[in-house]
Structures are given as structure tokens and as C-alpha cells.
């Protein structure tokens, strides 16, 4: 009997949603199963680092990598599992742009480990005790992975050979790929395994979408019940849509609620963020300057609304700290 192709699953900086995106399979996940050895998994099974390390290199097929890299401990396994499998696959919004993570960007290591270990509301920390990468005690050594400068996209680490996109990705993308893998039936290099096309091609709204429009005002989704069958730029709601790939099944729209981006642009627009926010100011109705600011006054937060997911794959990428912590 021919042995099975070898898959494994991996989790990085992210929520943890894409690991159970895999389980919304649901009785296809029998299928997958039954067609492939899962030989690294370990959310889901006990598994080891010393089995990866003592397998042949490229022995495992493909591996699919989700969440952003943020720790040395996930760069290491990064790069194990690069050297072990043929096609290492970005799996979901924050292995394939940085995703959520990578809004600490804005932030320093620094600044980041003083509140959430010395300022933060919920904290009592009399000592003001910060981890330590290395720490001896009494004759012993712990060790702890080192908290990075800057949140990365996987393929700012190592060579990706697709991406998956979505937060997480749908059900129905991740059982294309696993056929696509298992047949060889594989596109170039580098492709993104979901339609090139923009959200609103998939929209069920799109018809409603205005050719023209006239920002009077900003809304956010929670001062407002939204028309369920008007687009929701005419409406004057925030919608990633022209600026993001389509696959999902406009499932966030389906659900009265505007795009948020997750899975990132279609290859024709290179910063997802600077798109939308250039063809929203563009439309603001207003000339006079206080106006303007009062109409964009209705965006609080540009980073979080426009680069929820990209801002690690971005122009933008980080802060800088002038006193050089970058």
C-alpha cells in the first residue's frame, strides 16, 4: 500500500480561529483524513518539535502555517517546517498580511511590556517584574521565547509557496487546496488560492453600489441599523469590499455587517489601506477644511479601520521609535 502524503498544521501569532477553521470541514475532514498522514499538528495532537526535527527534510508535503511571526520560538519552527516540506502554505489573514497582530506595530516591544506588565488596569505587579528571555534561580534555568521588535508576515521570514487568505479562511477554499495539493493540480508559485477579483464582484449588494458618491458623513456599524439590501458605501459605512479580494462568500455582508478586509487586496492594488482611504477622501463632500476634518472625525481609529489585517505587509509596515527602539 503506497504511503500516504504527509501534512501538517502549525500556529503562530494569531486567535487561534484558523486551527478551527479546519474542523468546520466537518464530515470532509474524514475525507482529508483518510487521504493524508497529519504528522505535526499540535493544537490538535501530541506531537513533538523532536519528530519534526527527525524527519527527512522535505519529507512532509506541504504544511500550512497560520499566524503572524511576533516570537524566536515561532521564527524557529518556521524555519523547521520550511526545511521539511515541499510547499509551505500562509493560512489565513495573519500568516498571509500579519493580520491583527500586526497592529501592535504601532507600538514598541518596549512600550508593550510595560503596560500589559506594569500599566495595565487588570495588573498587580508590586515588583514591576518584566519576563525574562533567560532567568537562573536556585541552580536553575528558564528559558522563554525572545518577544521580537516587530510583528512579520510569514513569507518576512521564510520562503512561502502559497497563501490561503481570510480570517479565517472558508471551508471551501481549504478543501480546493488540499485537492489542488493532492492531485498536483497546482497554480504558479507565490498565487493566492482565492478568486482575483474584488469582493464586490461576489457582493450581494452590488447592484445597489452608487457610481458616484458624496461623503456627508462617516457612520460606524454600531450607531446605525444598516439597509440589509443597500450597498454599505451608499450608506455611509466603511466597506473594504472594492479593495479585497473576493472567496469568502460575502459572509460578513450576508450577515448586515461591511467588509472589513480579511482577505486582503487582489494583486492589481499593492496597499490594500491606501486604496480605500484614498477613494474615500476623494468623495468627501466638503471643501472647507474644519468640515473635512469633522466628516473624517467619523473614522476614530484609520489604522485599525484600514489595515486591520495588512499593516505588517504594508508601506506603512511599523513605527519607528527616533530614540531607536524600532
Not at 496597499?271 to 484614498?278: E, F, H
Amino acid at each position: 500500500m503506497p504511503e500516504k502524503p504527509k501534512i501538517a498544521f502549525y500556529w503562530c501569532a494569531s486567535c487561534g480561529g484558523c486551527e478551527e477553521s479546519v474542523v468546520d470541514l466537518a464530515e470532509s475532514i474524514l475525507d482529508v483524513v483518510a487521504a493524508v498522514d497529519i504528522v505535526f499538528w499540535p493544537v490538535a495532537m501530541d506531537f513533538k518539535v523532536k519528530d519534526v526535527e527527525a524527519m527527512p527534510d522535505k519529507s512532509i508535503l506541504a504544511t500550512m502555517i497560520n499566524g503572524a511571526i511576533r516570537t524566536s520560538e515561532q521564527e524557529e519552527i518556521a524555519h523547521l517546517l520550511r526545511r521539511k516540506s515541499q510547499y509551505i502554505i500562509a493560512y489565513g489573514s495573519c500568516a498571509h498580511l500579519g493580520g491583527v497582530p500586526a497592529l501592535a506595530n504601532q507600538f514598541s516591544r518596549e512600550h508593550i511590556l510595560e503596560y500589559v506588565y506594569r500599566k495595565a488596569p487588570s495588573v498587580t505587579n508590586p515588583a514591576g517584574t518584566v519576563p525574562q528571555p533567560n532567568w537562573k534561580d536556585d541552580g536553575h534555568q528558564v528559558t522563554l521565547p525572545e518577544f521580537r521588535h516587530v510583528v512579520r508576515a510569514l513569507d518576512q521570514v521564510i520562503d512561502v509557496d502559497y497563501y490561503l487568505p481570510g480570517c479565517a479562511p472558508s471551508p471551501k477554499l481549504l478543501a480546493a487546496a488540499v485537492q489542488a495539493l493532492l492531485k498536483g493540480e497546482l497554480p504558479p508559485k507565490g498565487s493566492v488560492l482565492a478568486p482575483d477579483v474584488a469582493l464586490c464582484d461576489e457582493c450581494p449588494r452590488k447592484e445597489s453600489k452608487p457610481t458616484e458618491v458624496s461623503f456627508a458623513e462617516f457612520k460606524r456599524p454600531h450607531e446605525v441599523i444598516a439597509d440589509p439590501n443597500l450597498c454599505f458605501l451608499a450608506q455611509g459605512l466603511i466597506c473594504m469590499g472594492p479593495a479585497t479580494r473576493s472567496g469568502c462568500g460575502a459572509a460578513c455582508i450576508t450577515g448586515n455587517m461591511p467588509c472589513t478586509g480579511c482577505y486582503g487586496p487582489p494583486s492589481r492594488i499593492k496597499d490594500q489601506g491606501a486604496k480605500i482611504l484614498s477613494s474615500l477622501s476623494a468623495n468627501v463632500a466638503a471643501e472647507d477644511e474644519k468640515e473635512i476634518e469633522r466628516i473624517l472625525s467619523g473614522i476614530p481609529d484609520p489604522v485599525g479601520t484600514f489595515y486591520r489585517y495588512g499593516l505588517a505587509r504594508s508601506l506603512l509596515r511599523r513605527r519607528v521609535d527616533l530614540k531607536g527602539n524600532s
